[in-house]
C-alpha cells in the first residue's frame, strides 16, 4: 500500500463538526448521518500523540470495513451494521475529497451506548494484571495457574464504561452495564460481543493471527435496533498477535499498538517515567516508522 502524508486533524468547512476523538473527526451529514475521518492520530493511554502515524487513518479504516464485511448482512450477519453503503466522497466539496478517500466511512447517525464492549479471549494487559490481585477480571472469576498471555476456557465479556476524551474508561461488571442500560439491551451486547468475536478470531486464525481481546461499541437506530458502530477489529481496539509467536507466560510480539505502549512505559521524560498525562512525549522517527509498518502488516495478512 502506498502511505499518503499524514493527516493529523481534518478540516472539511462543507459539513459541520460534531466531534472529534481520538483519533475519528465526525462530520453532521443532515440529520440521520455521519460522516467519520480516520485521521493519522494515535492514542495510547486515553493520552493522544503529538505526532501522527502516516496513513494510519487509511489503514484503520480498510480493516474496519474488511470486518463489517465479513460480518454484516453480506457475510456472517450477526448484527446489523452501521454502515449506509454511499460513498463519502460524495457528501464533501471536491477540493475536500483528498482528506476523505480511503479513510473515512459514511454511515447512520445513532444513539450511542455508553457501554464498550470488550471481550478477551487472552489475558493480557490490565486483565493480566488484574488476574494477578484478584484471580478474576472485571468480577469474572478465573481458574488459578494462568499466566501472562494464557488462553482462557472460554472468552469473557469485561466490559467498560466510556470516558470522555483524555479521561480513561471505567471497568465495570455485567451487573453494573444492567444498571445503566437495561437487562435485555446489557445481554444482547453481550452476547453478539461474544458472538463476533469467537467467528473473527476464527477468521483471523485461518491468517495465522491471534485476536486476544477487543472492544466494540453498538448504538440504537430510530427503531430501537442495536447496531454495531464505529470500528471494528482493528488494532486501535483489539491485541492482534502473529500466532507463530505466541508463547504463553510472555507478552508476544503484536501487530496492535502494544509497541508503542512498550516504548512509552520505558521511555524517560526529564529522567522520570512518564506519568501518563498530557503532553506525551515526542515520538522519534524508528517508533512511529515502526508502528506504521505493524498497522500495515496487519491489514496485508489479514486480507491476503
Known sequence: MTIVSALHT???TSLTLLARGKVRDNYAVGTDRILMVASDRISAFDVIMGEPIPGKGVLLTQMALYWFDKLGPKGLNLCPIHLTGDAPESVVSAAEVSQVQGRSMLVKRLKPLPVEAVVRGYLAGSGWKEYQEEQAVCGVKLPSGLKNA????EPIYTPAAKAAVGEHDENITF???????????????????????KAASAIAAEKGIIIADTKFEFG???????????????????????????????????????????????????GKPWDKTPPAPRLPREVIEKTSAKYEEALQRLTR
Do not use: C, H
Not at 220 to 226: A, E, K, P, V
Open 10 to 12: 481534518s478540516a472539511l
Open 150 to 153: 494464557s488462553k482462557l476456557p
Open 175 to 197: 451487573e453494573k452495564t444492567v444498571e445503566m442500560i437495561g437487562l435485555d439491551l446489557a445481554t444482547r451486547i453481550r452476547d453478539i460481543s461474544i458472538a463476533i468475536y
Open 220 to 270: 440504537l437506530d430510530t427503531d430501537g435496533t442495536l447496531v454495531l458502530m464505529d470500528e471494528v477489529l482493528t488494532p486501535d481496539s483489539s491485541r492482534y498477535w502473529p500466532a507463530e509467536s505466541y508463547v504463553e507466560g510472555v507478552n508476544p510480539p503484536s501487530y496492535d499498538k502494544q509497541f508503542l505502549r512498550d516504548w512509552l512505559e520505558s521511555n524517560l521524560v526529564n
